[in-house]
């Protein structure tokens, strides 16, 4: 008996220490937090302010294009037309800066161009607006994946990057769909239901290709031939293979032509797909749903994972 009561009063002695220890650590953690907190609020008021304006644009944006797909269609090719010059311009200026400039020699940028002269100088043409939305729902639609774009709304890269990929798709959405709303105010007519072409493998499939193949030539000649880049400026190229994800299929060092062959494969693969796309109105809207559930998502994990653990680290730094 006196055995057993010596083990009870054991048990009861190590369910005390355990409850103390994890009280302790409850109100360490609490302590943990409160110093990080004000930590935080000692950081560089101007980049906060920065951070808070991009924050606040990247919101109403959304806003914006939200109502202009659902309502205001007329807004989409005056708000690509502007914007697109200008966030690509700031784009290069930012990623020279960074020594990351060929990276707008990519093929995002080649058919951001593509685009916007078609939507100028051409927008009635009913072949060319049939290249121009396998363009925007093929290779750019792909890139957003391909690069693991996201909303992360206080980041102006960030925001750029899901912008070159995402905002062609909404602008062929919506002179796809809505082709007289969306010309209401613009300097042209959009081919009609009487007009647009039937989805051909011609001008959804071949003609982006010979596209992607041209920019591939022009591409190869200036980064490889003439420019040659040193070993630490990273290309499309240097940064893909660099992937986990690509060293696992191709190996640890895979050949500059298995980047190229493996585009031309996607862009055919796509290409077909904005076939779907272009015939079917649900189609074309599921596939924009899910494009935006996946930058979303990359988005929430970045403000949740690495947002959060890096502004911790930098208030600490601070200290």
């Not at 937090?33 to 935080?40: A, E, G, M, P, S």
């Not at 560089?44 to 939200?66: G, H």
Request: proline share 5%; with cysteine; hydrophobic share 45%.
């Amino acid at each position: 008996q006196e055995v057993a009561e010596a083990v009870q009063m054991s048990k009861e002695r190590i369910r005390k220490k355990g409850k103390e220890k994890m009280e302790s650590g409850k109100k360490g953690l609490l302590k943990l937090k409160k110093r990080t907190y004000k930590r935080l609020k000692r950081l560089e008021p101007e980049e906060n302010y920065r951070m808070k304006i991009v924050f606040t644009k990247s919101v109403l944006t959304l806003v914006l294009k939200t109502f202009a797909v659902c309502s205001g269609q007329w807004l989409l090719p005056w708000y690509y037309a502007f914007t697109c010059p200008c966030l690509i311009i700031w784009r290069i200026v930012s990623y020279w800066q960074n020594q990351w400039q060929y990276f707008c020699l990519d093929f995002c940028y080649f058919g951001n161009l593509l685009i916007s002269l078609i939507l100028w100088l051409a927008p009635s043409s009913p072949e060319l607006v049939a290249l121009q939305f396998s363009i925007a729902n093929g290779m750019l639609y792909l890139g957003a994946f391909s690069f693991r774009n996201s909303l992360v709304f206080h980041s102006v890269d960030k925001m750029t990057s899901t912008y070159i990929h995402t905002v062609p798709v909404l602008l062929t959405y919506g002179i796809r769909w809505f082709p007289v709303e969306s010309a209401r105010f613009w300097h042209d007519s959009f081919p009609g239901p009487a007009e647009v072409l039937e989805p051909s493998l011609m001008w959804n499939v071949f003609a982006p290709f010979v596209v992607l193949l041209a920019h591939i030539v022009i591409y190869t000649l200036l980064v490889y031939v003439i420019l040659k880049p040193e070993e630490h400026i990273i290309t499309s190229f240097r940064y893909m293979k660099g992937k986990s994800s690509v060293k696992k299929v191709f190996g640890p060092n895979p050949p500059y032509i298995v980047f190229v062959v493996v585009n031309m494969v996607l862009c055919l693969v796509f290409s077909t797909l904005t076939m779907l796309f272009y015939k079917s109105f649900a189609a074309h809207t599921l596939g924009i749903c899910i494009l935006f559930f996946y930058i979303t998502w990359n988005g929430a994990g970045y403000y949740f994972d690495v947002f959060r653990m890096s502004m911790v680290t930098k208030a600490q730094k601070q200290e």
